[in-house]
């Protein structure tokens, strides 16, 4: 089966598929002066062109992990979410807190998708 990386960067894929899914690196805003709400958004555009490239979209993910440096960021992070979400094909998710690498960064974002079959 072939893998096909996307978005090589230097240490590290945006996101690699194979075997039927696409997998996401874990994703941070490229405008890390942005509120949560504004880092989401960022995100999840990346995320969109991500899975573009890969040939699939945000209607076939399966799952996503949400990691937000301060738990307080969930309402503004959901409200991001909310515009965004396919509501017919809402993925499993999962949000939780944790240190994130930049300070300045308030949301990281990763999720597995499935390509179309065809």
Known sequence: MTIRRLAE?????GAV??????????????????????????ILAQIDALLA???????????ITVVLADIADAP?????????????AKPARMTIQ????????RVEITGIAALPAG
């Open 53 to 63: 490239e890969a040939g699939t979209s945000k209607a076939h993910l399966l799952t």
């Open 98 to 105: 944790a240190p994130l690498v930049d300070p300045a960064w």
């Open 9 to 13: 960067e230097g240490r590290l894929s």
């Open 17 to 42: 598929a194979h075997g039927g899914l696409v997998y996401l690196a874990g994703q941070v805003a490229d405008d890390s002066s942005l509120d949560a709400e504004g880092q989401t958004a960022d």
């Open 76 to 88: 503004a992070m959901n409200r991001a979410w909310d515009r965004w979400l396919d509501p017919a």
